[in-house]
C-alpha cells in the first residue's frame, strides 16, 4: 500500500485547507484511514480517523473546526481544515490499515497503523 499526501501550504490563521491523500491499494474500502500531525520537538499526534464504514473520531484539538471524508472511487480520504489556528501548524500523515468492509472501528494511535504517507506540511501564521 503506497499513500500519497498532499495540500499543504502556508495559510493565515482562521484559513482553510483541504489535505488530500491518494492510496494505491484495490481494496481501499476495506481499509481504516487516518490523519496524524507532528509539530517540531514533538511526537507525532493523532488528529482524525474514518473507519471503513464512515465512522469518524476526532481529537479534541480539531473537533468542530476539521473534518475527515473519504471517496471510494478515487480510493482518496480528505482532510478539511477549517478556522486554522497558529497551533496547527505541523507535517500531516495519513495513515492506513486492514480493516473489514462496512467496520465501525475508528483506531487513534500511531501503533494501530500499518502504512504511512509522506507527509505535507501546513503552516499557519498569526
Known amino acids: 500500500v503506497q499513500l500519497q499526501a498532499s495540500g499543504g501550504g502556508l495559510v493565515q490563521a482562521g484559513g482553510s485547507l483541504r489535505l488530500s491523500c491518494a492510496a494505491s491499494?484495490?481494496?481501499?474500502?476495506?481499509?481504516?484511514l487516518g490523519w496524524f500531525r507532528q509539530a517540531p520537538g514533538k511526537e507525532r499526534e493523532f488528529v482524525a480517523t474514518i473507519s471503513s464504514g464512515g465512522i469518524t473520531t476526532y481529537s479534541d484539538y480539531v473537533k468542530g473546526r476539521f473534518t475527515i471524508s473519504r471517496d471510494h472511487a478515487k480510493n482518496t480520504v480528505y482532510l478539511q481544515m477549517n478556522s486554522l489556528k497558529p497551533e496547527d501548524t505541523a507535517v500531516y500523515y495519513c495513515?492506513?490499515?486492514?480493516?473489514?468492509?462496512?467496520?465501525?472501528?475508528?483506531?487513534?494511535?500511531?501503533?494501530?497503523?500499518?502504512?504511512w504517507g509522506q507527509g505535507t506540511l501546513v503552516t499557519v501564521s498569526s
Open positions: 495513515a492506513a490499515r486492514r480493516s473489514w468492509l462496512g467496520g465501525a472501528t475508528t483506531y487513534t494511535g500511531v501503533a494501530e497503523y500499518d502504512y
Open positions: 491499494v484495490r481494496t481501499f474500502s476495506s481499509y481504516a
